[in-house]
């Protein structure tokens, strides 16, 4: 499961110290106003997706707009390819 902390992580290592350590970051936040760029908003995405051997919908990640939005896609990424697994081995683990 992809969590607002891994995430925040994430974010605070894109901005390298660029943003105040006072901000609030929540699933609420607008990725915009943290004041990433694009290339680091997909930069966050790729980490993910690695790191938890997923692939997001491109063209739904490129329209999240929230930290909440983004977490939702990569747990529902999750989900999916749980589901996908599952499938595949007849329902047993």
Known sequence: MI???????????QMRGKQSKDIVIDET???????LSSLQIAEVVFSLEEEHELEFDP???????????LIRLGNEALTDRATVAEGQTGGRA
Do not use: F, M, P, Q
């Open 29 to 35: 936040s607008e990725l915009r106003d943290l004041g």
């Open 59 to 69: 063209a739904r990640s490129a329209d999240a707009k929230t930290l909440g939005d």
């Open 3 to 13: 969590t607002i902390g891994e995430v925040e992580a994430l974010i605070r290592r």
